[in-house]
């Protein structure tokens, strides 16, 4: 189905979803603007469509403006605009003549981010910086908003068996991680201003912000440089499995988070009366996962299962630790192999339907576990040292 041309911003268009996201709708013929504090990954940029790249400093300031482009004619280049999200000018300064934005910037999601001593951060930037968002947005007249969200909202530790958007949120003081709470709070911030509208000018009437929240599970695929890096890392130490029972859990590729936020977007604006201002799930279930990742690379999948007591007990014990350290002197912090709502994520059965998404917007995964092309990837990278171990 053809779509009108959308003016789009992303804020947090340097990350993977969004630079991704952004890379797809102007493929599409969207208008775009990436917006963030840091520049995409040049590896993204040498793998897209993008042949041509231009750097200048915005007038009157240090930020830096990136133009994107594949030399075909007078298309519309791909924008980058340096900036963040806590500084409400900078942020407002991007909001001219936007239809649609697209907010996927968040801190804390996993590993060192996790930690107690990073809660402040993550709470000023997920609760604190959605608020500008939408703040952003109700005032320049943006007609959606597309929030990306976490299963996180719902889930705190038990059990979830193909779970739908009726699910209450998971008590905020229960969370064992200070992001799920946050995100929690902005999720709910940005659905509940779904529907509203502030006219300036009393003259020119403007249409209401329509809102939807896109709960995703871990993002997987080609080019990630959150999770798969750190679990390479760790093959060495991953001499053992753990879990509650068969515990099933669930991950997304690239390419159908990707698929997800296009989708939502262009229809948000489109059919918005079936379903503003809702939370949509994106489920992927697989249990093994990551065993063609580990075999790929000449590691065994471990036959060894440790009791959850265990487990529990040593990653209490590494967050203390990194607590302890961060007091004594910020340098001495480090990454630890598992926070404890890391522990939930993959040892507890928690999976979700998306007949929503599926309904309203015609989402439909695509080789829904298949991350082929990064396992191809760290092959290559491990023959290329030699088959040394800490290649990543």
């Not at 998971?170 to 509203?196: C, M, N, W």
Request: aromatic share 12%; glycine share 8%.
């Amino acid at each position: 189905m053809k779509t009108e041309s959308l003016n789009v911003l992303i804020v947090g268009g340097g990350g993977y979803i969004g630079f991704h996201t952004g890379l797809s709708l102007w493929e599409r013929g969207h208008k775009v603007i990436l917006f963030d504090i840091i520049e995409p990954d040049t590896r993204w940029i040498s793998r897209s469509s993008i042949f041509t790249q231009t750097t200048k400093s915005a007038p009157g300031t240090s930020r830096t403006i990136v133009y994107y482009g594949n030399g075909e004619g007078n298309r519309n280049q791909l924008k980058f605009i340096e900036g963040s999200l806590l500084n409400a000018e900078a942020l407002n300064s991007v909001f001219f003549d936007v239809d649609c934005v697209i907010h996927c910037a968040s801190y804390g999601m996993s590993g060192k981010e996790q930690m107690p001593a990073e809660w402040t951060k993550t709470e000023l930037v997920n609760v604190k910086g959605t608020s500008n968002v939408v703040k952003a947005c109700l005032s320049a007249g943006v007609r959606g908003l597309v929030y990306t969200s976490t299963y996180n909202v719902v889930f705190g530790g038990q059990e979830i068996i193909d779970g739908d958007e009726t699910l209450p949120y998971f008590p905020l003081h229960q969370h064992v991680d200070h992001y799920s709470r946050t995100k929690a709070i902005a999720e709910q911030f940005v659905l509940l201003t779904d529907g509203l509208c502030q006219n300036v000018n009393k003259n020119m009437p403007r249409a209401p912000l329509r809102t939807c929240a896109l709960r995703l599970a871990g993002v997987m695929g080609l080019g990630e440089t959150r999770h798969l890096p750190r679990i390479v890392k760790s093959l060495d130490l991953m001499k053992f499995r753990y879990g509650y029972g068969d515990s099933l859990v669930q991950f997304v590729t690239l390419k159908n988070v990707v698929q997800a936020h296009v989708k939502a977007a262009e229809r948000l604006l489109s059919i918005p009366t079936f379903w503003e201002g809702k939370p949509i799930s994106l489920p992927i279930n697989n249990f093994e996962f990551f065993r063609p990742l580990m075999e790929a690379l000449d590691y065994s999948y471990p036959s060894l299962v440790l009791p959850m007591w265990l487990i529990w007990m040593v990653v209490y014990l590494i967050q203390f630790t990194h607590s302890l350290c961060s007091k004594i002197h910020p340098g001495l912090t480090f990454t630890p192999m598992l926070t404890p709502a890391e522990v939930y994520k993959t040892g507890v059965t928690h999976y979700f339907s998306c007949d929503k998404a599926r309904m309203h917007f015609g989402y439909c995964p695509e080789q829904p576990n298949d991350i082929s092309d990064a396992i191809q990837y760290f092959k290559q990278e491990k023959e290329k040292s030699g088959n040394k171990k800490g290649f990543v």
